[in-house]
């Protein structure tokens, strides 16, 4: 019995052993199999991402995944270039026909994956459908009806003459009319969108992408195959992607450093180094346009009704310190909404760190011995939250403001800030239209139940001349003026410390070396793997 | 025997109730599942009507009622994320959980009788001072700490193991295994060591402290009298009598590694159930905590009812009696 289990004990360590001692071989070993098949069925890139499609139907849900993933399988009509121009995409062309008329030439060449030829009819359809989903109706509000005037023409209507078209043009991506028609298996419309049930278009999918899904299991990994028939001949050399969803910051660095998988994102701030030293490694990163900030509530608090007491705050907060210390210098410190390739940009504000100047605004609003209130951050949804949350805690505390602090993961943090039940809450924000005025719109307008402006000001910062102003740009199509009122906004709250900015989040990619990962990555987070290039 | 299977079920039954209706009474505070599936500059109203749609807005006996209904039926809810049945969800991640904590076991096993006998037959030997100290250091160390130490040295740093997941499946009438290849099996290693890492030196001393106590019994010392061979008198004689207590132990220890697969399959992103449950939390997966709550509960009772049986079939003194 004993001699046996020994026996047994010894086995399983010498296996271990040989298997730790062998694996190395074998990777040899699959590397030469890995060169020999690439030979014949073209490069693959193993991704690792912090999160993987939701479902197979691009306008489902408007998430960074989601849009990372239409980017891939489908084609927008037009698409960001690095310099924040627009691309074509499906559309060669467009001109302006009048006030609230775009016309888009379409590509002639192009197949879905169906093998069904694109034609306007699917670019009226998937407006058409856009317009229906609850995740881009708010986006698509200021658009009218699509109209096919041939088979390759088509003309997108707006309500009123609005300025960000082909911002938005950039979230159509044309789904295949005649496969997403009709019923399924299950007598259900297949072109319904649904949310939290199966559906066609949540398993099925006909773009005129890249990529086509070849084999999906949600949350564990993605493959996708090149589309053989994808009209541009200039695209990339990889053949297959296999997407794995990795969450954990630590794991999903590993797995990059040890060679599991070729392409990462995001990088987490404390690798950033690791990574950037390593000679078989590219890192690239890039200032992003997600700004985080604070809001003042000044419904629930009444000092900061009192404009020296916002502020002091704003002068109170080391928001550079915060970038190189917290952040570890991979953010960009922000003293208004909209990062510098926004048309608001405001060179005059600066940033504002001045404790002196702090005391002296809180003796002169009458608080020289400061106040208590109370705040709430995330721990889980913007890169260190809880750490950032905290610094500003113990800044306050140096004007004598006492702030009792509770952070909560996501989930439960968007009912408590909705809420608000908190005298200071943090939010983040990136405009889904890559244009400022969505920040004001959502962050500072008047909070209006009717119109929905001013959904996530917590602050209820209130300032009508900022609402006109916000809805003037709206259908204000001149650019220079546009910009002008951009800057008038910033200007407006930055002298009312409407909110308190802290900085914008970087991006961050990583890959190994033998790629053109610098290439594909842009400010908008949504990588070009279809123009991917692996040596 | 079969009125205690028959009690046995009844327990199980009012055990899941139970912990259904406290998974339902705290699953407001885990937060809110639509704000995960919509993206953020969705409107109130929109918001509202798919919660409406949901019934997330009826009030909590209700919901309960409905859980209650559907359970009966099969069908404790429904996943947000996955869109599909939480229960085949949970069951398409139960045989990634199995495989692991099975290695474990195996681990553990063939690890803790041979180390456990010999530091109790030879306490004051070097050999067994190094492995008391070891477990030691081993049941301080966190698992997480375990398993990213792991990794850095055999991935990062030696590139022997791979870092994540689970590697090339075979899929044997929808389970699917990572037993039958060598890269599931090199998948494999990591995360069975770490999730083992915590109850290995726990059996260790219990084996060693049980012996211990068995060798100064009169019966050893008349064993040893009669001239017996010292292997027969450790291994027949004094190690069965040792075994009973450490299976009451396994069978409870069972289900905290349940709860230590959590953290294992967080780390090295193994698709489990604890992987699931994690994730599930993080979302406001609802349902899906549910229902992996009211599946773990089922499992803890399962496994108990195996622990006694085979308790009375070790030791036939005992009469179950079902009140322990």
């Keep these: 019995m004993k001699r046996s289990l020994v026996f047994l004990a010894l086995v399983a360590i010498l296996a271990l052993g040989l298997i730790g001692c062998s694996s190395d071989k074998k990777e040899e070993a699959t590397a030469k199999q890995e060169t020999a098949e690439s030979a014949t069925v073209g490069k693959t890139l193993k991704l690792a991402m912090d999160a993987d499609p939701v479902s197979l139907d691009p306008q489902v849900q408007l998430s960074g995944g989601m849009m990372q993933y239409a980017h891939m399988v489908f084609d927008p009509l037009v698409r960001w270039a690095k310099d924040g121009s627009f691309e074509p995409r499906l559309a060669e062309s467009w001109e302006q026909v009048n006030a609230t008329t775009m016309r888009f030439h379409l590509r002639k060449d192009v197949k879905f994956h169906s093998g069904n030829p694109l034609t306007a009819e699917d670019v009226v359809w998937t407006l058409d459908r856009i317009k229906s989903s609850p995740d881009f109706k708010g986006l698509f509000e200021p658009f009218g009806q699509a109209v096919a005037v041939d088979d390759y023409t088509v003309d997108i209507n707006t309500k009123k003459p609005y300025g960000l078209l082909l911002n938005m043009a950039t979230y159509i991506f044309p789904m295949d009319k005649k496969f997403y028609s009709g019923k399924d298996e299950s007598g259900k419309d297949k072109a319904a969108i649904i949310k939290t049930g199966p559906s066609f278009a949540n398993s099925n999918e006909s773009g005129t992408g890249k990529y086509i899904v070849a084999e999906r299991e949600q949350g564990v990994r993605t493959i996708f195959k090149a589309f053989p028939q994808y009209w541009d001949k200039n695209s990339g050399n990889v053949e297959t992607i296999i997407l794995t969803p990795i969450k954990n910051d630590a794991t999903r660095v590993a797995a990059l450093l040890s060679g599991d998988v070729d392409f990462i994102m995001p990088v987490p701030p404390q690798d950033l180094e690791r990574i950037g030293s390593t000679e078989s490694l590219d890192l690239v990163t890039m200032s992003g346009s997600r700004i985080i900030t604070f809001q003042l509530n000044q419904k629930r608090f009444e000092p900061f009704k009192n404009l020296k007491v916002r502020q002091a705050i704003v002068y109170a907060t080391d928001n550079s310190g915060i970038v190189e210390k917290v952040m570890k210098g991979f953010a960009t410190v922000a003293s208004q909404q909209g990062p510098k390739e926004f048309a608001s940009y405001n060179a005059e504000l600066t940033p504002r760190y001045d404790l002196e100047k702090a005391k002296q605004l809180m003796k002169e609003a009458g608080y020289a011995d400061g106040f208590e209130c109370t705040m709430i951050a995330p721990n889980n949804r913007y890169v260190n939250d809880e750490k950032i949350a905290e610094a500003f805690v113990s800044m306050l505390g140096k004007i004598g403001i006492k702030v009792s602090l509770k952070t909560m993961p996501k989930a439960q943090y968007w009912d408590q800030f909705d809420a608000q039940v908190a005298d200071i809450e943090m939010i983040g924000w990136h405009p889904d239209t890559e244009d400022s005025a969505n920040y004001t719109e959502f962050l500072l307008m008047c909070p209006n139940k009717e119109t929905g402006y001013g959904q996530y000001n917590s602050g209820n910062y209130c300032n009508p001349e900022v609402d006109a102003m916000t809805i003037q740009t709206q259908t204000e199509t001149d650019t220079a003026k546009r910009s002008a009122l951009l800057q008038k906004i910033e200007k407006a709250l930055y002298d009312d410390a409407a909110f308190v900015p802290l900085h914008w989040q970087n991006l961050s990619w990583a890959s190994k070396n033998n790629m053109n990962t610098e290439a594909i990555v842009n400010v908008q987070n949504f990588p070009y793997f279809g123009d991917l290039v692996i040596k | ?324």
């Design chain 2, 1 to 324: 025997m079969f009125a205690f299977i028959v009690r046995r079920i009844a327990q199980a039954i009012i055990v899941m109730l139970v912990i259904g209706f406290i998974g339902f009474a705290i699953k407001q505070s885990f937060g809110d599942p639509i704000r995960e599936i919509t993206g953020i500059s969705v409107s109130v109203e929109e918001r509202t009507k798919i919660r409406d749609e949901l019934g997330l807005n009826d009030p909590f006996m209700v919901q309960f009622g409905r859980f209650i209904k559907g359970a009966a039926h099969g069908d404790i809810g429904r996943s947000f994320f996955y869109k599909k049945s939480a229960l085949e969800v949970i069951l398409s991640k139960a045989p990634a959980t199995l495989e692991l904590v099975f290695c474990s076991a195996i681990i553990i096993v063939l690890f803790s009788i041979p180390l456990g006998i010999y530091s109790a037959i030879k306490p004051r030997s070097i050999l067994s001072r190094i492995i008391m100290g070891g477990s030691t250091l081993g049941v301080s160390i966190p698992v997480f700490l375990t398993a990213i130490l792991m990794i850095y040295i055999f991935s990062v740093e030696l590139h022997w193991l791979p870092s994540y997941g689970r590697g090339e499946t075979i899929n044997l009438g929808g389970w699917r295994t990572g037993l039958l290849t060598l890269d599931g099996l090199k998948h494999l290693i990591m995360p069975s060591i770490a999730l083992s890492s915590i109850m290995l030196p726990l059996f260790i001393r219990l084996i060693r402290s049980e012996m211990m106590e068995v060798l100064e019994n009169d019966y050893i010392k008349y064993a040893w009298a009669k001239g017996l061979t010292p292997r027969r008198v450790w291994i027949v004689h004094a190690f069965k009598n040792t075994l009973l207590p450490v299976i009451t132990v396994g069978g409870v220890q069972l289900g905290t590694m349940i709860a230590f697969t959590i953290l294992t399959e967080t780390v090295f992103q193994w698709q489990g159930m604890g992987f699931m449950f994690i994730e599930a939390v993080e979302r406001g997966d609802a349902p899906l905590m549910v229902a992996y709550l009211v599946v773990v509960g089922f499992i803890f009772v399962i496994v108990n009812t195996l622990v006694d049986v085979i308790y009375g079939l070790v030791n036939p003194q005992v009469r179950i009696t079902g009140q322990k």
